[in-house]
């Protein structure tokens, strides 16, 4: 389906609001058009005679001048309304945009700068939205005006009006050829607009590396760069709507008016037909409100084809595969998991992890340790259904996780990650992420559990304190507690911590492995960690190394081993002593 048939269906969601608007535009354009009508007959039936008669011509200018207020009357009701359903329009679209995000899987966000997302969900649906307030305006009040101009210019001299009609396929075929250019133009310019949010919000976000390693001047290079091809192609559409827009019309009009004069000029000297001084002023006065919804029209060739092209992207995004958000609800399982003979690749044939066996029993605490690129945190990434194995089966209590929905598997699950996201708000809607079924007070609980309530109690405001973006006012350990007390307060059946405490001090550091002896009762507990000073009260550590495993046990057992954890843990403790 083509794009301006779906944004024609966005529209008849609101045809309510949209109809009565181009109703109000309808009268608003009859009332106007009925002027020239008004004024032709004061002057041929009144303002030629000998003897004038003021009285008619009062009672004339009074219904002119009432039709005019009429027509501002209407036209601005008609402008409320649309822009109402317009903005109605562009709320749906961008709330289903942003609800279809939600539902795509998580390489579609490794894929795609944030920033470019961000540009689809608010610069490329307010340009939608100028589709409908200026173009859908413009181009309806012109129809509805040339039509109206017509039906006169017949009725007056249907000669002169067939001349007249010939600016039609005149105007059609420059829209085509027009369109052409444009639609690859506006499509460059948006994606280079696209780019430049991205480069924004990555320079933002960066700033600290950026200005650490002073790349200032190169990332101004690399952005002008861009900026100056988004220069480059707006320039293009600046030339190819200049020659749309004044010169096209006035080209027009200027052919027009010479027949119009000839035509006429030719009628007197042959004294065919003699043309009242009325009918000359209505006719040229029909003839200028021809040109200027002509000229409307035209003006929003630009404007059609941004909106267009922007629509184009916004349901590429929706049209992008989703999962429906389930709702379906689980009772809280025991937490036995079970990898059974696993293999995962992120792309085709290169498999990250390869053929892994291993079984954590409820209440067990199970580490994963190993060095970069070993595979640890594809192992949480398949548990929490971000992705799903190439390979094997994963079970939960005996059940195939990928036979139940990806809400509804997590909903017994809590993750806390090595660098904690903090959304804008309070420390208390940071835990809770304002879910109506966690109270205040199991908030409180779960912050006192981690024990952060000893590390955030000298704040002014308590759990009530402002959280900004990201949590930057706060220290790495402060956000890590936060984090953390947000996976408790779910009461999570497996919990998993992802580095959770390579970016905190000591001292955080150990109140979170006080807590963690309490916390972890009844509870599955994967840890993956760098620090193996942290994980030596495991249950099993998991050793991996390009994919596989390599060696598990307790800690006990892998050092008395001296294997490849063994000379792991002996690196760590001399750094350390060093």
């Given at each position: 389906?083509?794009?301006?048939?779906?944004?024609?269906?966005?529209?008849?969601?609101?045809?309510?609001?949209?109809?009565?608007?181009?109703?109000?535009?309808?009268?608003a354009?009859?009332?106007?058009?009925?002027?020239?009508?008004?004024?032709k007959?004061?002057?041929?039936?009144?303002?030629?005679l000998?003897?004038?008669?003021?009285q008619?011509?009062?009672?004339?200018?009074?219904?002119?001048f009432?039709?005019?207020?009429?027509?501002?009357?209407?036209?601005?009701?008609?402008?409320?309304?649309?822009?109402?359903?317009?903005?109605?329009?562009?709320?749906?679209?961008?709330?289903?945009?942003?609800g279809?995000?939600?539902t795509?899987?998580?390489?579609?966000?490794?894929?795609?700068?944030?920033?470019?997302?961000?540009?689809?969900?608010?610069?490329?649906?307010?340009?939608?939205?100028?589709?409908?307030?200026?173009?859908?305006?413009?181009?309806?009040?012109?129809?509805?005006?040339?039509?109206?101009v017509?039906?006169?210019?017949?009725?007056?001299?249907w000669?002169?009006?067939?001349?007249?009609?010939?600016?039609?396929?005149?105007?059609y075929?420059?829209?085509?050829?027009?369109?052409?250019y444009?639609?690859?133009?506006?499509d460059?310019i948006?994606?280079?607009?696209?780019d430049?949010?991205?480069?924004?919000?990555?320079?933002?976000?960066?700033?600290?590396?950026?200005?650490?390693?002073?790349?200032?001047?190169?990332?101004?290079?690399?952005?002008?760069?861009?900026?100056?091809?988004?220069?480059?192609?707006?320039?293009?559409?600046?030339?190819?709507?200049?020659?749309?827009?004044?010169?096209?019309?006035n080209?027009?009009?200027?052919?027009?008016f010479?027949?119009?004069i000839?035509?006429?000029?030719?009628?007197?000297?042959n004294?065919?037909?003699?043309?009242?001084?009325?009918?000359?002023?209505a006719?040229?006065?029909?003839?200028?409100?021809?040109?200027?919804?002509?000229?409307?029209?035209?003006?929003?060739?630009?404007?059609?084809?941004?909106?267009?092209?922007?629509?184009?992207r916004?349901?590429?995004?929706?049209?992008?595969?989703?999962?429906?958000?389930?709702?379906?609800?689980?009772?809280?399982?025991?937490?036995?998991?079970?990898?059974?003979?696993?293999?995962?690749?992120?792309?085709?044939?290169?498999?990250v992890?390869?053929?892994?066996?291993f079984?954590?029993?409820?209440?067990?605490?199970?580490?994963?340790v190993?060095?970069?690129?070993?595979?640890?945190?594809?192992?949480?990434?398949?548990?929490?259904?971000?992705?799903?194995?190439s390979?094997?089966k994963?079970?939960?209590?005996g059940?195939?996780?990928?036979?139940?929905?990806?809400?509804?598997?997590?909903?017994?699950?809590?993750?806390?990650?090595?660098?904690?996201?903090?959304?804008?708000?309070?420390?208390?809607?940071?835990?809770?992420?304002?879910?109506?079924?966690?109270?205040?007070?199991?908030?409180?609980?779960?912050?006192?559990?981690?024990?952060?309530?000893?590390?955030?109690?000298?704040?002014?405001?308590?759990?009530d304190e402002?959280?900004?973006?990201?949590?930057?006012?706060?220290s790495?350990?402060q956000?890590?507690?936060i984090?953390?007390?947000?996976?408790?307060?779910?009461?999570?059946?497996?919990?998993?911590?992802?580095?959770?405490?390579?970016?905190?001090?000591?001292?955080?550091?150990?109140?979170?492995?006080?807590?963690?002896?309490?916390?972890?009762?009844?509870?599955?507990?994967?840890?993956?960690?760098?620090?193996?000073?942290t994980?030596?009260?495991?249950?099993?550590?998991?050793?991996?190394?390009h994919?596989?495993?390599?060696?598990?046990?307790?800690?006990?057992?892998?050092?008395?081993?001296?294997?490849?954890?063994?000379?792991?843990?002996q690196?760590?403790a001399?750094?350390?002593?060093v």
């Amino acid at each position: 389906m083509s794009t301006g048939k779906r944004l024609t269906q966005y529209a008849l969601h609101f045809k309510g609001i949209i109809l009565v608007a181009l109703l109000f535009l309808t009268i608003a354009v009859f009332t106007d058009l009925a002027g020239p009508f008004i004024a032709k007959h004061i002057i041929d039936e009144y303002m030629t005679l000998g003897d004038l008669n003021i009285q008619p011509i009062v009672w004339l200018l009074c219904l002119y001048f009432t039709l005019s207020i009429l027509t501002a009357t209407f036209r601005y009701f008609m402008y409320i309304q649309l822009q109402k359903g317009s903005n109605r329009i562009v709320q749906k679209l961008r709330k289903d945009v942003f609800g279809h995000i939600q539902t795509l899987p998580i390489q579609y966000f490794d894929t795609l700068p944030a920033g470019k997302i961000v540009a689809r969900v608010t610069n490329d649906t307010e340009a939608i939205r100028n589709l409908f307030v200026q173009v859908l305006s413009s181009f309806v009040t012109s129809t509805i005006s040339i039509i109206g101009v017509y039906v006169a210019l017949f009725i007056l001299n249907w000669k002169m009006a067939l001349i007249a009609m010939i600016m039609i396929p005149v105007v059609y075929i420059w829209m085509i050829t027009y369109r052409k250019y444009a639609s690859k133009y506006n499509d460059i310019i948006r994606t280079k607009i696209a780019d430049i949010n991205a480069m924004i919000n990555e320079s933002i976000q960066g700033m600290t590396i950026i200005q650490a390693f002073r790349r200032e001047k190169q990332m101004t290079k690399e952005f002008d760069e861009m900026n100056e091809e988004h220069y480059k192609y707006e320039r293009k559409l600046l030339v190819l709507d200049s020659a749309t827009s004044h010169n096209l019309v006035n080209t027009l009009r200027l052919i027009l008016f010479t027949a119009f004069i000839i035509y006429f000029s030719t009628q007197s000297m042959n004294n065919a037909e003699i043309v009242s001084a009325g009918t000359l002023y209505a006719f040229v006065d029909y003839l200028t409100r021809l040109f200027n919804p002509i000229t409307n029209i035209v003006n929003q060739f630009s404007q059609l084809e941004r909106s267009l092209v922007a629509g184009n992207r916004v349901f590429e995004v929706m049209d992008l595969k989703g999962e429906m958000v389930s709702e379906e609800k689980m009772n809280r399982y025991d937490g036995h998991v079970i990898f059974e003979d696993v293999s995962f690749a992120y792309k085709d044939e290169e498999y990250v992890l390869k053929n892994l066996s291993f079984e954590a029993k409820r209440g067990e605490t199970v580490a994963l340790v190993g060095h970069t690129g070993s595979g640890k945190s594809s192992i949480m990434n398949l548990l929490f259904r971000f992705y799903d194995p190439s390979k094997g089966k994963i079970y939960i209590d005996g059940i195939d996780i990928t036979s139940l929905s990806r809400q509804t598997i997590r909903e017994h699950m809590g993750i806390v990650l090595q660098d904690p996201y903090l959304f804008t708000g309070t420390i208390a809607s940071n835990v809770s992420l304002n879910n109506p079924n966690i109270s205040i007070k199991q908030v409180e609980k779960a912050l006192k559990a981690v024990g952060a309530d000893r590390v955030l109690r000298h704040l002014e405001n308590g759990i009530d304190e402002p959280v900004i973006e990201k949590g930057s006012t706060l220290s790495s350990g402060q956000r890590q507690l936060i984090s953390f007390a947000r996976a408790l307060a779910y009461d999570p059946a497996i919990l998993i911590l992802d580095e959770a405490t390579s970016n905190i001090d000591t001292e955080t550091e150990e109140i979170i492995q006080n807590a963690m002896e309490v916390l972890k009762q009844g509870r599955t507990t994967f840890i993956i960690a760098h620090r193996l000073s942290t994980i030596k009260n495991a249950d099993r550590i998991l050793v991996l190394e390009h994919g596989e495993i390599k060696e598990q046990g307790t800690h006990e057992q892998l050092v008395a081993a001296g294997g490849i954890y063994e000379q792991m843990y002996q690196m760590q403790a001399k750094s350390l002593q060093v």
